[in-house]
């Protein structure tokens, strides 16, 4: 059983820059997806970033990209968001997915594993 652990939220400020961190264990293959998505108060989860496990072939959402950028450690069989100019409508609990098979990478129907979010506050 695949598990993702997220970390890295806090409270920031407007135009701040944070990092989360996703680290994934109990793989017996390699993946496919690993991304990230949020939900905001209120709101629906959304689809914010992606990559492709083995060739780092990255997926933005329009509401992030040029400020946010998704990359991988294989290493430590991790994924990151640095997250960059942060907006006060960044504010959401994000988290990380997990996609072993192909699939369509901005849908979370792909993702068979999820972490259990951490929580970022953007405030003006």
């Known amino acids: 059983q695949v598990q993702l652990v997220e970390s890295g939220g806090r409270l920031a400020q407007v135009g701040d820059s944070l990092r989360l961190s996703c680290v994934a264990s109990?793989?017996?293959?390699?993946?496919?997806?690993m991304g990230w998505f949020r939900r905001a108060p209120g709101k629906d989860r959304e689809f914010v970033a992606t990559?492709?496990?083995?060739?780092?072939?990255?997926f933005y959402s329009d509401s992030v990209k040029g400020r946010f950028t998704i990359y991988r450690d294989f290493g430590k069989d991790t994924v990151y968001l640095q997250m960059d100019n942060l907006k006060p409508e960044d504010t959401a609990v994000y988290y990380c997915a997990d996609a072993p098979d192909w699939g369509e990478a901005q849908s979370a129907s792909s993702y068979s594993y999820w972490g259990q979010g951490t929580q970022v506050t953007v405030s003006s």
């Open positions: 990559l492709t496990w083995s060739t780092g072939a990255t």
């Open positions: 109990g793989r017996a293959y390699s993946t496919f997806l």
